[in-house]
């Protein structure tokens, strides 16, 4: 089965990991993906690849989105991805899968997409104009001036997340919150066993994950941080620690309505 085969992702295995994926969990239905209800492109890139989104469990439950590639070239987020169409969400849950949303970025192993955007800098909440192409943070000539990003802007708009994760490398964390989301973003780095860690320094004009939070009332949105690599037995603890996440979520709906 294509699992066993998944034993570590790096940057330098990744044509094999997408084989993985485009053969295995995107384009076969069989047991263990009896619980997908539906499968759409929502997009395509640059270069016409297709942005496709997985929908499984309770539909018209709470919303939960899952991103597990932003930039190209840290695409260790498949491997969780995967791993997640072929589990049941909790009860209630109506959970989303966006494998990919760069994938002419993983094509080519860069880090932005065919026009060399760094699309966590192109989203519309606090755009700002950053470096041009060939700069690796370069926040393209406008706000969501790339098909990928008005692809992701769209369909967020439409399903309205409550909750959103979205996964990055190489830098081993994940930032703390506060309130309800805080909590849930401390459950799951116990669970992944990834260290609450602060970002500081740097310009973060045009994320992914604070556009959501914003542009969807009430909704929470967090990046995690994976190291270089990421095992087998790692990805398995982070498609847990969504759908634990995912049973918060719905837990606190649930005694709230």
Request: charged share 20%.
């Amino acid at each position: 089965m294509h699992r066993r085969r998944l034993i570590r992702c790096s940057r330098g295995r990744h044509l094999l990991l997408v084989a993985v994926v485009l053969t295995g969990a995107l384009a076969t239905v069989g047991p263990a993906r009896a619980n997908e209800r539906e499968r759409r492109v929502i997009g395509t890139s640059v270069e016409s690849r297709e942005i496709e989104a997985l929908r499984f469990g309770t539909k018209g439950g709470t919303p939960i989105l899952v991103v597990g590639v932003i930039h190209g070239d840290e695409d260790a987020g498949l491997l969780i991805t995967n791993l997640l169409t072929a589990m049941t969400p909790p009860s209630g849950v109506e959970l989303w899968v966006i494998p990919n949303m760069n994938p002419d970025g993983t094509a080519s192993q860069t880090r932005g997409n065919a026009n060399k955007v760094d699309l966590n800098r192109n989203f519309p909440n606090a755009w700002a104009r950053q470096g041009t192409p060939g700069y690796w943070q370069y926040a393209g000539p406008s706000a969501a001036s790339e098909p990928e990003t008005k692809a992701m802007v769209q369909f967020v708009r439409e399903i309205r997340p409550v909750l959103g994760i979205w996964y990055h490398q190489d830098l081993n964390m994940i930032s703390p919150g506060t309130g309800f989301e805080g909590r849930v973003r401390a459950r799951y780095a116990r669970l992944t066993e990834l260290p609450l860690v602060r970002i500081t320094g740097g310009r973060y004009t045009g994320v992914a994950a604070t556009w959501q939070r914003n542009a969807v009332p009430k909704a929470m949105a967090f990046v995690v941080e994976l190291g270089p690599t990421l095992s087998a037995a790692q990805a398995q603890m982070h498609a847990d620690a969504v759908m634990a996440a995912a049973r918060m979520v719905q837990s606190s709906r649930n005694s709230s309505n």
